[in-house]
């Protein structure tokens, strides 16, 4: 089984940055895509950011040129590194992990964006 943990949530005021953290343990075979999704309260899960093995990306289109997803496939570990925060950001963001024996996901780390 494998397990997530996501770190570098936070408060930050409009305009700031995070860089969020999730790194895989356990038992890891094959990760094909890593991605970061959101659910802010009220709304559905929505994909933020994912990247494939080879580092072919894509992003939601309302954090397109703030946002930018790397991953390092050594450490197992993928990152979202969020510029030019707005309020609108705010939410609790997941990690998932796509894997030759499954779907993973993280607990979440909370991210607030106010001044």
């Known amino acids: 089984q494998m397990q997530l943990v996501e770190s570098g949530g936070g408060l930050v005021q409009p305009g700031g940055s995070l860089r969020l953290s999730c790194a895989a343990s356990?038992?890891?075979?094959?990760?094909?895509?890593m991605g970061w999704y959101r659910q802010a309260p009220g709304k559905q899960r929505e994909l933020v950011a994912r990247?494939?093995?080879?580092?072919?990306?894509s992003y939601v289109n309302s954090v397109t040129g703030r946002f930018t997803i790397s991953r390092d496939n050594v450490k197992n570990t993928v990152y979202l590194q969020m510029n030019s925060l707005k309020p609108e950001d705010t939410a609790v963001y997941y990690c998932?992990?796509?894997?030759?024996?499954?779907?993973?996901w993280g607990k979440g780390t909370l991210v607030t964006v106010s001044s």
């Open positions: 998932k992990v796509d894997d030759s024996m499954g779907d993973y």
């Open positions: 356990g038992s890891i075979f094959s990760i094909y895509v």
């Open positions: 990247i494939t093995r080879s580092g072919s990306t």
